[in-house]
């Protein structure tokens, strides 16, 4: 919190002083009263205070080149947010198509990339990284769509249908075992 301003002058025939702080009416009157005092004490006629003018004129346009100077600042770092990405889903952002900033997740896409072991940065579902390692990048603002269960399932990595193994048993006739039986009709198992 800011401490008010106020006005020091030791003295009437000493020009007063305005210390720094947040200026309340009842100050600027008390430094009105202050010069107004010196003035008359130094003998100084109204029509020599024309630099209180200029000094007020002064000081409205630097206050005036604060506020541009602010308004400035607040624009770049608007702009800084939009070249990066963040993790975290927000569905309280709107998505303008034609900004070249790439909005945050929704919560909608952030639990469809956690179920679909995807990366947030890049918003690709199936890959073997995650934010921190992703070398892809973030995706172009002016081509994203809204991440669905549709693309989640058409990224799905295709798996070969491999038939099913179960235990093999061969039958032979027992005469290419030759265990020295004849018998033509007796079959071996193994």
Not at 35 to 60: P, V
Not at 156 to 185: E, N
């Amino acid at each position: 919190m800011m401490k008010n301003a106020h006005v020091d002058q030791p003295a009437p025939n000493k020009p007063p002083k305005l210390t720094p702080g947040e200026l309340m009416p009842e100050v600027a009157c008390n430094w009105k009263n202050a010069c107004s005092t010196y003035f008359m004490h130094k003998g100084i006629k109204a029509r020599d205070q024309n630099w209180i003018e200029e000094i007020k004129h002064l000081d409205d346009k630097c206050l005036e080149d604060i506020a541009s100077h602010k308004k400035i600042a607040e624009e770049l770092y608007k702009s800084s947010k939009c070249t990066t990405s963040s993790n975290k889903p927000s569905s309280a952002k709107t998505y303008n198509p034609s900004s070249s900033c790439l909005r945050f997740l929704t919560e909608a896409e952030h639990a469809l990339l956690m179920k679909h072991r995807g990366c947030f940065k890049c918003r690709k579902f199936y890959v073997p990284h995650q934010s921190k390692d992703c070398t892809d990048g973030t995706p172009e603002a002016s081509s994203y769509k809204t991440l669905t269960e549709a693309d989640a399932i058409a990224a799905k990595p295709k798996t070969g249908t491999v038939a099913a193994v179960g235990p093999i048993g061969a039958v032979m006739p027992s005469m290419i075992l030759d265990d020295g039986d004849d018998t033509d009709d007796e079959m071996t198992f193994f």
